[in-house]
Each structure stands twice: as structure tokens, then as C-alpha cells.
């Protein structure tokens, strides 16, 4: 396997465990070594993508609105109707997406109340 092949896996597995740990815990309660013991992650290797927690949440939130964010691309491709039935359409597509990827959903929704909240 190629060196970039390896990084690219390495930073999935880091996405992915600290997607879940930030979704099961929120932002302030997750920790950084229960992301590297979960995973089996090196803090060397977590630190050389990350610089800090925050860098990695903002990575991690980044990544579901570009999953988000394509799917929804994907399933708007042949809307049409009035514009009830277009909202419908789309709502019913984020519900969709976060009910197939549940880790998401958590994160997705803290940071869609907090921007309400503003």
C-alpha cells in the first residue's frame, strides 16, 4: 500500500472515531485520549493531522456537510412541484441521511441549534 493510501486511511479512522465521541458526548465532555484509545490512534499520528481539539471538531463538522451536502445533490437532481412539495422533498432527504448515519445526527444537530440560538 502507497503512503498516501495509509494517510488517507489513517485521517478516516480519525474522523470517524472522533465524529462519535464528539456526537456521544458534545463538544466539551469529549476527550481527545478516548478518541485515540477507541480507535487504537496514536496521539502522534492525531496530532500531526490536528493541531487541537478544536481544529479536529471543525474537521469533523466539515466532513458531515460535505456528506450532507452531496447527498442532498444527489436527491435534488429531479425535484419538482409546488414549493411545499420541494421542501417536503428536501427535509425528508436530511432525515434520510441522518437516519443512515446516525454519528452524524447528534453533531449535526448541536450545531444546527447553536446557529439558531445566535
Request: a positive charge; hydrophobic letters at 35%; one cysteine or more.
Given at each position: 500500500m502507497k503512503r498516501e493510501e495509509k494517510n488517507l486511511i489513517s485521517l478516516q479512522k480519525i474522523l470517524e472515531y472522533a465524529t462519535q465521541e464528539f456526537a456521544q458526548r458534545g463538544y466539551g465532555l469529549s476527550s481527545v485520549n478516548t478518541i485515540c484509545n477507541t480507535g487504537g490512534i496514536s496521539k502522534g499520528i492525531l496530532y500531526h493531522y490536528f493541531?487541537?481539539?478544536?481544529?479536529?471538531?471543525?474537521?469533523?463538522?466539515?466532513?458531515?456537510?460535505?456528506?450532507?451536502?452531496?447527498?442532498?445533490?444527489?436527491?435534488?437532481?429531479?425535484?419538482?412541484?409546488?414549493?411545499d412539495e420541494c421542501l417536503e422533498r428536501y427535509f425528508n432527504a436530511r432525515l434520510i441521511f441522518l437516519r443512515k448515519i446516525l454519528s452524524y445526527a447528534p453533531c449535526f444537530v448541536r450545531q444546527l441549534l447553536r446557529r439558531l440560538s445566535i
Amino acid at each position: 500500500m502507497k503512503r498516501e493510501e495509509k494517510n488517507l486511511i489513517s485521517l478516516q479512522k480519525i474522523l470517524e472515531y472522533a465524529t462519535q465521541e464528539f456526537a456521544q458526548r458534545g463538544y466539551g465532555l469529549s476527550s481527545v485520549n478516548t478518541i485515540c484509545n477507541t480507535g487504537g490512534i496514536s496521539k502522534g499520528i492525531l496530532y500531526h493531522y490536528f493541531k487541537d481539539k478544536d481544529e479536529l471538531y471543525l474537521s469533523c463538522l466539515k466532513t458531515c456537510f460535505e456528506r450532507l451536502t452531496a447527498f442532498l445533490r444527489e436527491e435534488a437532481t429531479d425535484i419538482q412541484g409546488s414549493v411545499d412539495e420541494c421542501l417536503e422533498r428536501y427535509f425528508n432527504a436530511r432525515l434520510i441521511f441522518l437516519r443512515k448515519i446516525l454519528s452524524y445526527a447528534p453533531c449535526f444537530v448541536r450545531q444546527l441549534l447553536r446557529r439558531l440560538s445566535i
